[in-house]
């Protein structure tokens, strides 16, 4: 499992790091954009070193034992401080950010001198791919190079969990919050690897062992630096991947909407703004989703007006009586009733016969719809209400019989597959 991770770390930190280096060739003078990439590429360094076969052949090149460990863990400790880097740029003047990220530096610096230091006085000579803190917890000159290693850890872990969760009740775009939120959640599942650490220490001197903790120490820093390496990036690609989410939603509904548009137009061929198409070109539009779906709303609805002295409120409310005996749901009985007008209404003005005389329509509660999206996803519903309806529904206007005559079974059983579908 800890290999899975540390190739996952491995793999999210490089992906992260090349996106990043996009924009930092368009902004080459950003501190704050060159920080972060830096804190990708020590993140994915340090999950690459820590693979057992890399760990093996750092040793095996350099001829010092577990130099891997070092390598990682001060990859670890120069990454968290990026972090504070980044958000000092964030969050403060340019000038007074400047002397604070100095001091920062200073300091990551001077803990990783010490960090070596401490490193060599523990001149570890077994090599151990697997469990190096527990083999060498009792050392006391790695008891120094841990708790020098996970109080900084810490440290700035909960930094980033504060500042970041803090900044995202203020964040004023929604993928900026959403980024910083999933970075502070991150940073917080991170926490559970320096908790585990720091009890390994305490456990030298109070007797206790978290070696069973060990892997639950991996999969909360390993995880925790994944999400919150994604959460870095989420503000760039997020509303990428919302804006595609939004095609994809459009174009389905738009393809669902074909049958019933189709219908109407060849009965009122004026509400078209562009020349019909067949179904297989129609499949093919692929531009424009948005406006192209909200002018097939607008044209179903030009269609419907077009059609209303057609509308028979007899065959209407036959079809009523028939799907609530069908047991269908409220929002289904509304959306089959509109189906069979609309299809009583083509039969009536194909044979050239206004059914409601006055223009009447029949009475039906109306479906509340706030905007042409909530407008969309009904008419997808009666859309699929009308292809499901059979063929003897198109005559229910014309001679009092239809579905209630010689199909009742058919009908029913259409209405009722149609509700359990979700209409």
């Not at 830096?38 to 690459?48: H, R």
């Not at 390993?222 to 919150?228: C, F, H, K, N, Q």
């Not at 509904?253 to 078209?272: C, E, F, G, K, Q």
Request: proline share 5%; with cysteine.
């Amino acid at each position: 499992m800890i290999t899975f991770l540390h190739s996952l770390g491995v793999v999210v930190a490089w992906a992260g790091l090349f996106y990043k280096l996009r924009a930092l060739r368009q902004n080459p003078r950003d501190p704050a954009l060159a920080a972060l990439c830096a804190v990708f590429a020590l993140s994915g360094m340090s999950f690459f070193v820590s693979l057992p076969p890399v760990w093996a052949r750092l040793d095996e090149l350099t001829g010092i034992p577990n130099i891997a460990a070092l390598v990682a863990q001060s990859c670890v400790l120069s990454l968290v401080v990026g972090q504070q880097v980044v958000l000092t740029y964030w969050a403060r003047p340019p000038e007074r950010a400047r002397r604070l990220v100095r001091w920062q530096l200073t300091f990551c610096a001077l803990s990783l001198a010490a960090l070596i230091a401490l490193f060599c006085l523990l001149t570890p000579t077994v090599q151990r791919l697997k469990g190096f803190t527990l083999y060498y917890v009792h050392d006391p000159y790695y008891i120094a190079y841990l708790s020098l290693y996970i109080g900084v850890y810490l440290i700035g872990e909960a930094n980033v969990f504060r500042v970041c969760w803090g900044y995202s009740r203020v964040a004023g775009r929604t993928w900026l919050r959403r980024g910083l939120r999933v970075i502070a959640v991150g940073a917080f599942v991170t926490l559970g690897y320096g908790a585990v650490r720091a009890g390994n220490i305490l456990g030298t001197v109070f007797d206790f062992d978290l070696s069973a903790w060990e892997d639950v120490a991996w999969l909360c820093g390993d995880l925790g630096s994944a999400v919150t390496l994604v959460g870095w990036t989420l503000p760039g690609w997020g509303p990428r991947v919302a804006a595609a989410g939004h095609w994809m939603t459009a174009y389905r509904r738009h393809r669902r909407l074909y049958p019933l548009w189709a219908a109407l137009h060849a009965a009122v061929p004026t509400i078209a703004l562009a020349p019909a198409r067949g179904a297989f070109a129609d499949r093919l539009v692929l531009r424009q989703m948005e406006f192209r779906l909200y002018r097939r709303v607008i044209e179903i609805r030009d269609g419907q007006l077009a059609l209303r002295a057609h509308h028979d409120p007899a065959a209407a409310e036959r079809a009523r009586h028939e799907a609530l005996a069908a047991g269908m749901p409220e929002d289904d009985v509304r959306a089959h009733v509109e189906a069979v007008r609309i299809r009583s209404a083509l039969a009536s003005k194909a044979e050239g016969r206004a059914a409601a005389a006055d223009g009447t329509t029949p009475a039906d509660p109306p479906v509340a719809r706030n905007d042409l999206s909530d407008e969309a996803v009904w008419l997808v519903r009666v859309a699929t209400a009308f292809a499901a309806l059979p063929a003897s529904a198109a005559h229910n206007g014309g001679d009092g019989a239809g579905a209630g005559s010689g199909d009742d079974g058919v009908q029913v059983e259409v209405m009722r597959r149609q509700s359990a579908d979700g209409g």
